[in-house]
């Protein structure tokens, strides 16, 4: 199955700036800890790989430049579609979401797209 990126756009009102830049560093501490399984970890073959917890591929917080009130761009990569669904039922976003929604945080709802590359390359990887 192919991987699956994810692109979220989240604006956040002018004086939530900082609380959403935050807020987005300590989840990609989150997702670091609980959806990437250490190099040195024993891989678990008799389980599907989505149901592991080693399904994130990419978790990167970018922040738009030159911009009074910036937008926060998620630059994510998982493993398959059934990675990428289950994210959102983790209980760090869970938990994420309902601070930016008890805290007002959104300037206007996040855009969300998911989907498959279909060509270019990534240095650090080979070429697609």
Known sequence: ?????TVAVLSPKP???QRMRELLTHMCKEVHSK???PK???QCESINADQQQDYTLRYMM????DAETPDF????TYKSKGAAEKHPQE????ELFGAFEKEGIFAKPPYL???TTKAGFDRDRSLL
């Not at 199955?1 to 990126?5: G, L, P, Q």
């Not at 970018?62 to 430049?65: K, M, R, S």
């Not at 209980?91 to 869970?94: G, Y």
């Open 1 to 5: 199955m192919s991987e699956i990126h």
């Open 15 to 17: 004086d939530k700036v």
């Open 35 to 37: 959806e990437v399984q």
């Open 40 to 42: 040195t970890a024993p």
């Open 62 to 65: 970018t922040e738009q430049v």
């Open 73 to 76: 761009v998620m630059i994510e």
């Open 91 to 94: 209980p760090h976003f869970k």
């Open 113 to 115: 797209a998911h989907t």
